[in-house]
């Protein structure tokens, strides 16, 4: 008794195999692609209107302060001056020891940004760890008697290659307020 291999059903095979371990290495070689080690923030959402948005890293190295600054511009008028919010993020931190922006989250960090000095400047230059992607969604307006939609702006910080924390130290920003009040004895 013979056996008959059919052809087209091992070709098939092998090329599904293929494929499909084709797609695996593609994924695990993409450096965006998430991972356990990502971390997503929503950083800004407004209703902006016709307007070229970019977001981008700001900082006060004396204060040990860093934050996320959004800026507007309008399609038409590009001689207008840009609309710029600030918006402070839990965990994000300048590390003078380091001479970099730090974004610090439930014991583990990343270095979103490093000192680059040029002349007698120094700027901020992106390491790839931290993205800051600018996108725009549709909310829901109800005002009682009908239901519209608006396009919203926002900006999400996607933190990569968090691992543990270097230090134990609190970043700035954390800091409880406390009210020290005189003796009433």
């Known amino acids: 008794m013979t056996r008959r291999i059919n052809v087209w059903s091992v070709l098939s095979g092998a090329i599904f195999f293929t494929l499909m371990a084709g797609a695996l290495l593609a994924a695990a070689a993409d450096p965006k692609a998430k991972t356990d080690t990502d971390a997503k923030k929503r950083v800004y959402e407004q209703k902006i209107g ?35 919010a600030r918006q402070m993020i839990k965990g994000l931190y300048y590390d003078p020891d380091r001479k970099a922006i730090v974004y610090h989250r439930k014991g583990q960090e990343t270095i ?74």
């Open 50 to 84: 016709d307007a070229y948005v970019s977001a981008y890293f700001g900082v006060n190295r004396n204060l040990g302060r860093a934050w996320i600054e959004v800026a507007a511009s309008p399609w038409i008028d590009s001689a207008q001056r840009d609309v710029v």
């Open 112 to 185: 979103c940004a490093e000192d680059w000095r040029f002349l007698l400047s120094t700027s901020l230059k992106a390491t790839g760890n931290c993205e800051l992607q600018v996108g725009t969604k549709e909310r829901k307006l109800d005002d009682g008697t009908t239901v519209e939609k608006e396009p919203v702006t926002t900006v999400t910080l996607v933190a990569h290659n968090l691992k543990s924390a270097q230090s134990a130290k609190a970043p700035m920003g954390e800091v409880e307020m406390m009210v020290i009040a005189p003796d009433q004895s």
